[in-house]
């Protein structure tokens, strides 16, 4: 009997609980962030639909600061209420958490609030050309050794080397390019002497002996790979940060064509290019920006980091923009809305032109690179390109006189349209570039 109450006591409670959930009050208070960013002089309502009654009874404040020194006047938020509601406002940077409570001591909702200050950029929308090192020597594919008598063999592999394997050094020693692994190969071949290869496997390191196989077609021992030291391509500037002299391009994380992994800058430079053509984008088929590398041009830097939103580094000289020639100010994510946009990009030479899109689609809190969802209106881009196209990543988005983040990705089956990242992620990982040297500073004053 006892049992029996229980459980409908339970089941009660859990009917109460799924009703409540389902009111406009409850959900109203459950569909409130958990945080929220906001720029110094901004204000955001709190929106609430709750009944009168309990909305006399409720109490927004922003939680003390834990230093005993510290005031409210210290706060960088402060909440005020009017008859519609209330507002948050961001009055200087820093953190803080703003509660709801019921009755003035039951919690309801915590909201940490970053409040920041407003941010200005140089923006790009310059075509570059990005020359990349890796750390490491990538396995990309395996090569046989093919015998006079025509057998295959494969050193490499049989002793558990796989693509996507970095080969960091060769009997010791630290290995840059590919000349170089085949030089040490064919020497230790020509000595019949294993080689002692030295690898980074996902994360972890391992040591590999092997015997290398003499190939009569190139007169070489080898040992049955195929290798890559580096990538080249055609990209887009984003923006730059004319204080430090920092830069931020592409959007997304470059990969090796064949391993489809991220690649671990050894060293790395971007230079201006020039487009000469473009291979328009069709349905399932992508298009592409097709240019040379010009090393006279106005963007000279060095690449330092390589990330999942893009690549970072430094400017070796200013780079202007005749678009836009003041910085413009950021917006984030939550001030990102469906609508009118611009993005700004190259299609011939190195002129900079601006073409309209839409906004369709905004996910603040998505921030792995597919932050909006794209559409391209303008019908002279459209007619030269189809679309977004291979190249134009980094192109930066701008709307109502600020820019919002850069073009990431296309849709394959859909070439009109694609993705943007926030620029919310390009400035965090911007900010962690070390300082920029001095020769910039004097470059810059």
Not at 29 to 45: A, F, N, R, Y
Request: aromatic share 6%; charged share 20%.
């Amino acid at each position: 009997m006892r049992s029996s109450f229980h459980q409908g006591l339970g089941i009660l409670l859990a009917a109460t609980v799924i009703v409540l959930s389902l009111s406009t009050p409850v959900r109203s208070i459950l569909c409130l962030p958990d945080s929220q960013k906001m720029v110094v002089g901004e204000k955001t309502s709190l929106s609430l639909t709750l009944p009168k009654k309990l909305a006399e009874r409720m109490e927004v404040s922003v939680l003390s600061s834990p230093s005993v020194f510290s005031s409210p006047a210290d706060q960088p938020v402060v909440v005020n209420r009017d008859d519609s509601g209330y507002d948050i406002r961001a009055l200087k940077p820093g953190r803080a958490d703003v509660q709801l409570k019921l009755l003035g001591y039951i919690p309801l909702k915590s909201i940490a609030v970053e409040s920041v200050p407003p941010r200005r950029v140089v923006v790009g929308g310059h075509s570059i050309g990005v020359l990349l090192k890796s750390r490491g020597i990538m396995v990309v594919g395996y090569a046989p050794v093919i015998s006079a008598n025509g057998e295959k063999s494969y050193p490499a592999k049989q002793q558990g080397i796989e693509i996507g394997d970095l080969i960091l050094k060769v009997n010791g020693r630290t290995v840059y390019t590919e000349n170089e692994l085949a030089g040490i190969i064919d020497g230790a071949g020509r000595k019949r002497t294993p080689v002692e290869v030295t690898l980074k496997k996902e994360r972890e390191i391992r040591t590999m002996k092997m015997l290398p196989t003499f190939c009569p077609e190139t007169q070489r021992y080898r040992i049955g790979l195929y290798v890559r030291d580096g990538v080249a391509g055609v990209g887009t500037l984003s923006f730059w940060e004319p204080q430090t002299g920092r830069y931020a391009a592409l959007g997304h994380i470059i990969v090796d064509a064949d391993t489809k992994k991220g690649i671990d800058v050894r060293r790395g430079r971007i230079v201006s290019a020039l487009i000469q053509t473009i291979r328009p984008a069709r349905p399932g088929r992508p298009g592409e920006k097709i240019g040379i590398f010009d090393p006279e041009g106005v963007v000279t830097g060095t690449i330092t980091r390589n990330t999942f939103s893009g690549i970072y580094g430094k400017f070796e000289q200013k780079v202007d923009n005749l678009l836009y020639p003041y910085p413009l100010e950021v917006a984030y994510a939550h001030q990102v809305q469906k609508g009118k946009a611009q993005i700004l990009t190259v299609i011939n030479g190195s002129q900079i032109e601006s073409f309209d899109i839409e906004v369709d689609k905004v996910y603040p809190h998505r921030q792995n690179g597919k932050g909006m969802i794209i559409h391209v209106t303008d019908p002279r881009l459209l007619s030269v390109t189809g679309g977004i196209i291979q190249g134009m990543s980094g192109s930066p988005i701008i709307q109502n006189g600020k820019i919002i983040g850069v073009v990431t990705h296309v849709f394959l089956n859909d070439p009109e349209r694609g993705y943007g990242i926030f620029m919310d992620s390009m400035l965090r990982e911007m900010d962690e570039v070390e300082n920029y040297p001095s020769k910039y500073r004097q470059i810059a004053s």
